[in-house]
């Protein structure tokens, strides 16, 4: 008889990034369930070392690595669907938000979103607007605005460096935005959450 494996198993990482990439993943894992049962294993590990035995250096290379990926995910939601019924949200407002989500950190506007997206600026604001109950517009600024006040708070970068980190090219504007959603300007914040750090931090030693 034949000596029985102690790890069976063969494990493999693909990393992969995309504005739809989160999506797909939680298609995948709409119940919460994180074990897939498939029915060919040999299928996927043949499509793996596809990936791995192409260069990575040149541009076909790239998209084929994205062609066999995409590939994977398409097999592994067709295994899904037969077994449970699958949710999903692409709504143009969702796929506006995620865009944001991804780019905030660039001096987008909304007219390059609506670009993106193929559609005008009016449908997306409206679409948005039903079903967040907010204007892209304002979305994308508090975004800007709680990104920037956890950079202030937990790091020593200059009023400068955290205003470019969220978007802005002008330290000024964007103090002057952050003093509006805020009611307090990027330095007074940032004292303010330092102070409260300290004291929290003496109270938990006393």
Known sequence: MPPIKKDPWKYSWIGFLGIESSRYVQQLISNNNFVIDIKDAVLYEQQIRKIISLKHDSLSSALKMTGITYEIFGSLIDEVNDTEEVKTTNSLATRAKRYMDLNYYDAIKIKDIANFLNVNVNCLSSAFKEEFNLSPKQYLMKLKIRK???????????????????????????????????????????????????????????
């Open 148 to 206: 920037a006040k956890k950079l202030l708070s937990t790091t020593n970068n200059t009023i400068t460096v955290v205003a470019n980190s969220v978007g802005f090219n002008d330290s000024l504007a964007f103090s002057k935005v952050f003093k509006q959603y805020t009611q307090s300007s990027p330095s007074s914040y940032r004292k303010q959450a330092t102070e409260t750090h300290l004291s929290n931090k003496i109270k938990r030693r006393s």
